[in-house]
């Protein structure tokens, strides 16, 4: 996907709005919480030293339960949390230099369960990762903290969009500055499909959209401009 895609297809989260030609629904009015909803995902990052050791090290590990996905010298292990038991002993026995990361705590989460009316979730899903940093301004990274927080009672009209998308689930997982989205959608769709209209008739989104974009950047080794990059499926590249 080109940068420029990219660049209009998030400024996360609450970048994907309005598709679908149906009828609107609405999204339900919980109290909101500074509680995050608890999910059963995690994600483990590996951040290798050089990226032609990224086959080696995923046939070291062998068969994993974990959806993989790359984005140049990054790997990331998507999956259930009770599946990383030993994973963390395995990458280690590989003996390949790598950082790893563990994103076992989501920031945010979107639920078309506990947020839409239409709540019959699809099946099965596709997954999406993308990966951004926050900037180094720890004040401003505060600010996009208390958004968050805050975005289901004052921003609506965001988890609005997502229901109205047959957004599944959101999930955003903060590392340091690190950002790492996970949005799922309906297996037989693509977000190509439906991000085209997620600002249409929706004048807050377009807002919020421009609000968020001042708290991001891309991770080292994007282009400059470039801010979120999508994590391609391992399995697709074969």
């Given at each position: 996907m080109k940068p420029s895609t990219i660049h209009k297809l998030l400024i996360l989260p609450g970048m994907l709005?309005?598709?679908?030609?149906?009828?609107?629904?609405?999204?339900?009015?919980?109290?909101?919480?500074?509680?995050?909803?608890h999910v059963d995902r995690v994600a483990v990052e590996?951040?290798?030293d050089k990226q032609s050791q990224c086959d080696s090290l995923l046939?070291?590990?062998?068969?994993?339960?974990?959806?993989?996905?790359?984005?140049?010298?990054?790997?990331?292990l998507f999956g259930a949390d009770k599946d990383t038991t030993g994973i963390a002993g395995r990458i280690r026995q590989t003996g390949i230099?790598?950082?790893?990361?563990?994103?076992?705590?989501?920031m945010y989460v979107f639920d078309r369960a506990m947020q839409c009316d239409?709540?019959?979730?699809?099946?099965?899903?596709?997954?999406?990762?993308?990966?951004?940093n926050l900037v180094a301004d720890t004040s401003m990274q505060k600010e996009y903290m208390h958004y968050h927080a805050v975005q289901l009672k004052e921003w609506p009209e965001v988890a609005q969009g997502?229901?109205?998308?047959?957004?599944?689930?959101?999930?955003?997982?903060?590392?340091?500055?690190?950002?790492?989205?996970?949005?799922?959608i309906p297996a037989?769709?693509?977000?190509?499909?439906?991000?085209?209209?997620t600002e249409e008739n929706n004048p807050r989104v377009v807002e919020?959209?421009?609000?968020?974009?001042?708290?991001?950047?891309?991770?080292?080794?994007?282009?400059?401009?470039?801010?979120?990059?999508?994590?391609?499926?391992?399995?697709?590249?074969q």
């Amino acid at each position: 996907m080109k940068p420029s895609t990219i660049h209009k297809l998030l400024i996360l989260p609450g970048m994907l709005a309005l598709l679908f030609a149906c009828q609107p629904k609405s999204a339900k009015q919980h109290e909101p919480t500074d509680a995050v909803m608890h999910v059963d995902r995690v994600a483990v990052e590996l951040i290798l030293d050089k990226q032609s050791q990224c086959d080696s090290l995923l046939s070291l590990l062998g068969q994993t339960p974990f959806e993989t996905y790359q984005w140049k010298n990054h790997l990331v292990l998507f999956g259930a949390d009770k599946d990383t038991t030993g994973i963390a002993g395995r990458i280690r026995q590989t003996g390949i230099s790598l950082t790893m990361k563990n994103y076992d705590t989501p920031m945010y989460v979107f639920d078309r369960a506990m947020q839409c009316d239409d709540s019959v979730a699809a099946k099965p899903w596709r997954n999406y990762l993308l990966t951004a940093n926050l900037v180094a301004d720890t004040s401003m990274q505060k600010e996009y903290m208390h958004y968050h927080a805050v975005q289901l009672k004052e921003w609506p009209e965001v988890a609005q969009g997502f229901c109205n998308a047959d957004f599944q689930q959101l999930i955003v997982f903060r590392k340091g500055r690190q950002l790492l989205l996970v949005i799922s959608i309906p297996a037989d769709k693509t977000l190509d499909e439906l991000n085209p209209k997620t600002e249409e008739n929706n004048p807050r989104v377009v807002e919020w959209n421009k609000v968020m974009s001042k708290y991001q950047e891309g991770i080292a080794g994007t282009e400059p401009g470039e801010i979120w990059v999508f994590l391609e499926p391992v399995d697709a590249k074969q």
